[in-house]
């Protein structure tokens, strides 16, 4: 069974910096892409960032200068470093990753639970 959770959401004002974890847990696992998307009331989700194996990134415009996103395969684990957050970047952050059951099937996406981030004004 693969399971993601992310942490580290939470409230911060506007200005502030969080930083994002996600951990990718399971049996034998082989991690691909993995990325970072989020969902503000109202509206449909969004990528925010995403990294390839190889460290290949991709951003929003929306975050780029202020959002790093960053891995360790070794944990199958990605983060993402918000600085400058602004009002708009609330919502709710979901971490996904491309992943193969070695032993078990071809490569799917699985998605976490999500995480809060509330930046005040």
């Known amino acids: 069974q693969v399971r993601l959770v992310e942490s580290g959401g939470g409230l911060v004002q506007a200005g502030g910096s969080l930083r994002l974890s996600c951990v990718a847990s399971?049996?034998?696992?082989?991690?691909?892409?993995m990325a970072w998307y989020r969902q503000a009331p109202g509206k449909e989700r969004e990528l925010v960032a995403s990294?390839?194996?190889?460290?290949?990134?991709n951003y929003a415009d929306s975050v780029k200068g202020r959002f790093t996103v960053s891995r360790d395969s070794a944990k199958n684990a990605v983060y993402l470093q918000m600085t400058s957050l602004k009002p708009e970047d609330t919502g709710v952050y979901y971490c996904?990753?491309?992943?193969?059951?070695?032993?078990?099937?071809?490569?799917?996406?699985?998605w976490g639970p999500g995480t809060q981030v509330t930046v005040s004004s």
């Open positions: 996904t990753g491309d992943i193969t059951v070695i032993g078990y099937g071809s490569r799917r996406s699985y």
């Open positions: 399971g049996r034998s696992l082989s991690v691909n892409r």
């Open positions: 990294i390839t194996r190889d460290d290949n990134t």
